[in-house]
């Protein structure tokens, strides 16, 4: 079983609807979670991360935790062509420092 | 401020021969970070140092593999021989301190043939 498991897409959208990414993981000592944005030929650049059960909100992206199901997700409003992109989900398993980064799910927001 | 700096952007090289990448993590970061990424694999972390003391390099493959961080402002990732298995993007990034933001350089795209 993979520690960060991801669909890989590609999620297709239309311009102006909700783009939800979804992500589980294995470790339940699990204690931070994060959420990158990677374009075609570029590095990962951070959009969000959460650590505490429930919604976080920054501008169009929502992220959401639920630790006792071990999932977390990313909600995209307003989903644009310019959010096109493969979004990488990272835990930091708990007692490390460091980030297990799922195999990412590619977003296409057509016109 | 200057983001994380990596060198070379793209490295094509003969299988055997020997292979340094190079980062510069941003100034006053005290972690910094090696990933490898292919399709296949994804996003893999081979080695991350905290004050310029390797913490964890359970990621490296294998012993062709070796890195350093002399000082708190360069790295190098060095692959020593090469192999066409080898051929990925490899990314450094750092932190401030621990991994709540990771902040990633452009990648060294390296072929070997």
């Known amino acids: 079983q993979k520690e960060v498991e991801q669909n890989s897409g590609p999620l297709s959208v239309p311009e102006g609807a909700i783009a939800s990414l979804n992500c589980t993981y294995s470790?339940?000592?699990?204690?931070?979670f994060f959420w990158y944005r990677q374009y075609s030929g570029k590095s990962p650049e951070l959009i969000m991360f959460i650590y505490s059960n429930g919604d976080k909100e920054d501008g169009r992206f929502t992220a959401q935790l639920n630790k006792a199901s071990q999932y977390v997700s990313l909600l995209i409003r307003d989903s644009q062509p310019s959010d096109s992109a493969t979004y990488l989900c990272?835990?930091?398993?708990?007692?490390?420092?460091?980030?297990?980064f799922g195999a990412g799910t590619r977003l296409a927001v057509h016109p | 401020d200057a983001g994380v700096i990596q060198s070379p952007r793209h490295e094509v090289t003969e299988m055997g021969q020997e292979v340094t990448l190079r980062c510069k993590p941003i100034?006053?970061?005290?972690?910094l970070f090696w990933y490898r990424q292919t399709m296949m694999r994804g996003l893999e972390l081979l080695i991350y140092?905290?004050?310029?003391?390797?913490?964890?390099d359970s990621g490296m493959p294998e012993d062709r593999f070796s890195a350093k961080m002399p000082n708190a402002s360069f790295s190098t990732l060095k692959i020593q021989p090469s192999e066409p298995r080898d051929s990925a993007v490899y990314f450094c990034?750092?932190?401030?301190?621990?991994?709540?933001?990771?902040?990633f350089g452009p990648g060294t795209r390296l072929t070997v043939t």
């Open positions: 140092f905290n004050n310029n003391v390797p913490i964890d």
């Open positions: 990272a835990v930091m398993p708990g007692g490390y420092n460091k980030l297990i």
């Open positions: 990034a750092s932190t401030p301190g621990g991994v709540n933001e990771q902040y």
């Open positions: 470790d339940r000592g699990s204690q931070s």
């Open positions: 100034s006053g970061h005290n972690s």
